[in-house]
Nanobody, 113 residues
Framework: QLQASGGGLVQPGGSLRLSCAAS????????MGWYRQAPGKQRELVAA???????NYADSVKGRFTISRDNAKNTVYLQMNSLEPEDTAVYYC?????????WGQGTQVTVSS
């Protein structure tokens, strides 16, 4: 249902863009979100974007990360700038509707010098 990509190793201050492709039936109506889970920590919301409406960001990423949707490609993106070691985690794509709560497979983001 959800296919995430774009993770990798980057130095502090660098940038990465994550992508997540979803099936059209879900994408059109879902709140699309990115979550992350660092070792030993709970999964947390990074950013979310409904099909229409305002975005929502975790305080720790405001001003550095941007979530966006390409409705023609059924894809949601997470542009991550000014990355910090604390951003190191597995990042998961999520699609949530009234009847669905789907997760992608996760992509590793490592910020290290």
């Amino acid at each position: 249902q959800l296919q995430a990509s774009g993770g990798g190793l980057v130095q502090p201050g660098g940038s990465l863009r994550l992508s997540c492709a979803a099936s059209g039936n879900i994408f059109r109506v879902a709140v699309m979100g990115w979550y992350r889970q660092a070792p030993g920590k709970q999964r947390e919301l990074v950013a979310a974007m409904p099909s229409g409406g305002s975005t929502n960001y975790a305080d720790s990423v405001k001003g550095r990360f941007t979530i966006s949707r390409d409705n023609a490609k059924n894809t949601v993106y997470l542009q991550m700038n000014s990355l910090e070691p604390e951003d190191t985690a597995v990042y998961y794509c999520n699609a949530r509707t009234q009847v669905t709560n789907a997760w992608g497979q996760g992509t590793q983001v490592t910020v290290s010098s």
